[in-house]
């Protein structure tokens, strides 16, 4: 599961940022307001951000099963411990014993390497989805005004006048920008 889940998110990813490329390209060079063509790939980038996100939760999920099987094989290994103490044992009672400790110990350290691999990584894909969100959203307002740009630094009709940021107008459930509209100050 782990490696289909990092192989998915992955693809998702590639293509997410091929298709941010793409729209950046498109916006650098000009095109009209609400090109439908980059409202779509805008919505397939979205998409696959999505994916992204969907793929984080399985992680996440991961990472608690994994968490769950450190402490039973911890569990294990103290009830092995425990059972050296038990009288009327052979010497090849406690030699197996031994090799059931090694073996679950090098289990445990083998867990608590994946969970640090797990963390590490969830912790990456949620700084990039941080970061791409973002992204897409100032893409969503250079697909509205036709061109690269900070909403930010826009002045109002006419050219003169202090117009505060844009802002982007997303109808419920709406995955595409519908509309800016500039906030007055």
Not at 159 to 170: D, E, K, L, Q
Request: proline letters at 4%; aromatic letters at 4%.
């Amino acid at each position: 599961m782990l490696d289909s889940t990092r192989s998915q998110m992955a693809s998702d990813s590639q293509a997410y940022m091929a298709l941010v490329n793409a729209v950046t390209s498109r916006l650098q060079a000009g095109t009209t307001p609400g090109n439908p063509e980059l409202v779509a790939q805008w919505n397939e980038a979205q998409a696959k951000l999505d994916g992204v996100t969907m793929g984080l939760g399985q992680l996440n999920s991961l990472a608690s099963q994994v968490t769950t099987q450190a402490s039973v094989a911890g569990y294990l290994v103290d009830n092995v411990r425990a059972t050296y103490a038990v009288g009327g044992a052979v010497e090849d009672d406690h030699r197996q014993l031994r090799g059931i400790e090694s073996d679950t110990t090098r289990s445990i350290q083998d867990v608590d390497r994946l969970i640090g691999d797990l963390n590490t990584e969830i912790s990456r894909q949620n700084g990039f989805l941080a970061r791409e969100r973002s992204n897409l959203a100032q893409l969503s307002y250079g697909i509205n005004v036709g061109r690269l740009g900070n909403p930010g630094l826009q002045r109002g009709p006419g050219g003169g006048g202090s117009v505060g940021p844009r802002r982007v107008v997303m109808g419920p459930g709406a995955r595409a920008p519908l509309e800016l509209g500039y906030v007055q100050r």
